[in-house]
């Protein structure tokens, strides 16, 4: 059974740090593309970054570049997001997304069809 497991949240406060963890798990499955995506209550969910299969190729969110960084592991069948100088804006359930039919970092939700269940972060100001 394919399954991708989110790590790491919990309440920071702005200006904090926090490193999201994404494991993915199953026999004979290698994640392609994977992602991170967001939803606050009441809001869609959107895009946060994405990391191509190789890791050459990154996609971020105007409203996170230059504070996020993700990278992969694929031996460790891992993704990580390191969220730097969070913002209340921040606050949200992450999911962690991944693909096996594509190794291209995609920002659409539709690219994706594995899914973790979600993590809390929460960012006070």
């Known amino acids: 059974q394919v399954q991708l497991v989110e790590s790491g949240g919990g309440v920071v406060q702005a200006g904090d740090s926090l490193r999201l963890s994404c494991a993915a798990s199953g026999r004979s499955f290698t994640p392609l593309a994977m992602a991170w995506f967001r939803q606050a209550p009441g809001s869609e969910r959107e895009s946060v970054a994405a990391?191509?299969?190789?890791?050459?190729?990154?996609y971020f969110a105007d409203s996170v570049k230059g504070r996020f960084t993700i990278a992969r592991d694929n031996d460790k069948k891992t993704m990580v997001m390191q969220m730097n100088n969070a913002k209340p804006a921040d606050t949200a359930s992450y999911f962690c997304?991944?693909?096996?039919?594509?190794?291209?970092?995609?920002?659409?939700?539709?690219?994706?069809?594995?899914w973790g269940q979600g993590i809390q972060v929460t960012v006070s100001s």
């Open positions: 990391i191509s299969f190789m890791g050459a190729n990154t």
């Open positions: 997304a991944t693909t096996k039919a594509t190794i291209n970092a995609s920002r659409s939700s539709r690219s994706y069809d594995i």
